[in-house]
């Protein structure tokens, strides 16, 4: 018995020229969210997958919950559970159909698999649609029938790839309500998300994925730290004045400003804020409107940047997420 | 949050105290038998067919068109009339709408692992080749009908089997154990192949020598002789022969022996390849 959920030691997936997974190190312990946080492409569903039994790795080791994923991956299969853009439901079956299906897989009989079917429809704010097909369902609904089915029994492990991808913002505050509830009750969640702000919220720890390899783990707080003490967010009211405010910032505070695609923000690290007074002021002097003016702990896009060198996301789908 | 919304929306909004309740109340039950599982996925596959009722298009409007089209088409210039030709060809077009229709066990698994239900299933702890075995035990309703089809058309046609009611039935019972094995063909090729559209074209490749290279429609004798070699080794041709013998209640000769056998090499050996591609397909 281990006190680890998940432990790897250069677990690698290649497909062809691509090192989809480049050999990473693992080692979460049990209890809580872990994160698996990266941009689409960076190997995160590659490793959950192998992870999850689903594919073989190439190279390297992996342990889950102390069983090894290889060696006795049916022992993993009887503990685990994965919900995900590759495991999902049957959109042809109902969704009473659809989890007295697994219900039966799992080993229950017909009327037992009928009642943890219906209990967990039921939980799941599904029994109205209980009788219709899951095509015909809602992309929240949708979700929330794909992790019931991972839940029809209580798995100690759970992965969840991307849960929230493509949802709107109340349905996904749905899932993360989900997902506390499951924590709240003992299952160990290891998500993979795209989104910052989700990881954030969700996560305890939290490992930042590029190109197939762990670039940095932490909390939350840690990765943010680790980039510098605080972070200087100045918006200019109009975007003319973004060239003669940053002359300004640069010179009162004697650190560099970057831009971002936001055609009116600067951004800097900052050690030491005792001349952000006058660099308001100074401001001010000049003339310059600002919409916004705020000192505060980074972002974690401004840590996926910062570690990385290049942006978590493309603009577009940052507005997505604002949205 | 999530208590507002439970206030506003009882009905529709996912109820976090339930889904608590729901992970504690729960016993794992025993682990299902293998039989238990296959049975399982089959009867996932027939409730496809009380969902979807379009899929049976094939296994009822095809052996309809196939029957009609090669009886009266060769018919007439093979043995002078459709009543003499039929006797020979009913069985043989019944085992060549069966088989034919065998080929979508592919296309119905790329789909399965393109939706991410396949997943599901292989993420589950259960015995491994059961999700496999559930969809060819599903599709053999779909060849029973097809053959029930067939049958069907040619009687109306004039059809009067010598081998009666049962000869028939041990005919189509032959015929749905080769196509048990031939399935097997299609899971792998399924598994191998990227795209539903290349397991058809793929499918339609092997399908078609197999099936017109034989003595489905016409006597082997009358064929060159390197076609003669062709339709001699070909399985299908031993099939067909054991079906016919018994539906037209002849002596059933070494056929199906051979037939049997080879189901059972289909299965030993593209069973073994589907599986050791399941642990791990791209």
Redesign the interface.
């Known amino acids: 018995m281990t006190d680890l959920a998940i432990e790897t030691a250069g677990l690698t997936k290649v497909y062809g020229d691509t090192r989809a997974v480049d050999g990473i190190d693992l080692a979460i312990a049990r209890g809580g969210v872990h994160g698996f946080l990266g941009p689409n492409g960076a190997g995160k569903t590659t490793a959950i997958r192998m992870l999850a039994t689903l594919i073989r790795p190439d190279a390297g080791s992996a342990k889950v919950l102390g069983r090894d994923v290889v060696r006795e991956a049916d022992a993993v299969r009887g503990l685990v559970s994965l919900t995900g853009q590759f495991a999902s439901v049957d959109e042809d079956l109902t969704g009473r159909e659809n989890l007295r299906l697994i219900a039966k897989l799992y080993g229950f009989r017909g009327g037992a698999a009928t009642r943890r079917a219906d209990e967990l429809l039921e939980a799941f704010g599904l029994a109205d649609a209980a009788d219709r097909q899951v095509k015909k369902y809602s992309g929240g609904m949708r979700r929330r029938i794909d992790i019931a089915a991972s839940l029809v029994v209580s798995p100690e492990l759970l992965f969840l790839d991307e849960p929230t991808t493509g949802l709107d913002p109340r349905a996904r505050n749905e899932v993360w309500d989900i997902i506390r509830a499951l924590v709240a009750h003992g299952t160990t969640v290891m998500l993979t998300t795209q989104y910052l702000d989700e990881a954030d919220q969700l996560a305890d720890r939290i490992s930042v994925i590029d190109r197939g390899r762990i670039i940095a783990e932490g909390t939350s707080s840690e990765l943010k730290a680790s980039v510098g003490s605080g972070t200087l967010h100045v918006r200019v009211m109009h975007r003319d004045d973004r060239d003669a405010a940053r002359a300004i910032l640069v010179r009162e505070l004697g650190v560099d400003f970057e831009t971002t695609h936001d055609p009116q923000a600067l951004v800097a690290g900052l050690e030491d804020r005792s001349g952000v007074t006058r660099a308001l002021t100074a401001l001010e002097d000049a003339d310059i409107g600002l919409a916004q003016f705020s000192l505060g702990q980074p972002t974690l896009d401004e840590v996926f940047l910062a570690l990385t060198g290049h942006a978590a996301e493309e603009p577009t789908q940052d507005a997505e997420e604002a949205a | ?2 208590a507002q ?1 439970t206030a506003e929306e009882a ?6 105290d ?9 016993e ?5 038998s293998a039989l ?2 296959s049975m ?2 089959g ?2 596959a027939l ?2 067919i009380k ?2 009722p379009e899929q049976l298009a094939d296994v009822t409007l095809f052996p309809v068109i196939m029957t009609l089209l090669f009886t009266y088409l060769f018919g007439g210039a093979i043995s002078g009339s459709v009543e003499s030709y039929i006797a020979y060809i009913a069985p043989g077009v019944m085992v060549q709408s069966v088989l034919f229709i065998t080929m979508y066990s592919a296309s119905t698994l790329r789909t ?1 692992i393109d ?3 396949f ?8 015995w491994r080749a059961s999700a496999l075995i559930g969809m060819l035990l599903g599709d053999a309703v779909r060849y029973t009908l097809g053959a029930a089809v067939t049958a069907a058309v040619c009687l109306a046609i004039g059809w009067r089997p010598e081998g009666g009611f049962l000869g028939v039935l041990a005919g189509v019972a032959v015929l749905l154990i080769f196509a048990f094995g031939l399935g097997w063909v299609w899971l792998f090729f399924g598994l191998i192949l990227r795209t539903p559209g290349s397991v058809t074209a793929v499918s339609t490749i092997v399908l078609m020598p197999v099936l017109f290279g034989s003595n489905i429609f016409v006597d082997p004798s009358t064929m060159p002789g390197w076609l003669q070699a062709w339709v001699d080794v070909n399985p299908v041709s031993g099939l067909v022969t054991a079906v016919r013998a018994f539906m037209n209640g002849t002596p059933v000769g070494p056929e199906l022996g051979m037939s049997l056998a080879w189901s059972a090499g289909l299965v030993a050996v593209f069973g073994s390849l589907t599986m050791w591609k399941y ?4």
């Open positions: 949050m999530s919304s009905p529709r909004a996912p109820q976090v339930a889904i608590a309740s729901a992970l504690t109340s729960v794992r039950p025993p682990r299902p238990s599982a399982s996925f009867w996932r409730l496809k969902h979807v399965d939706r991410g239900v997943d599901r299933f292989r993420s589950l702890p259960i642990r791990d397909p791209r």
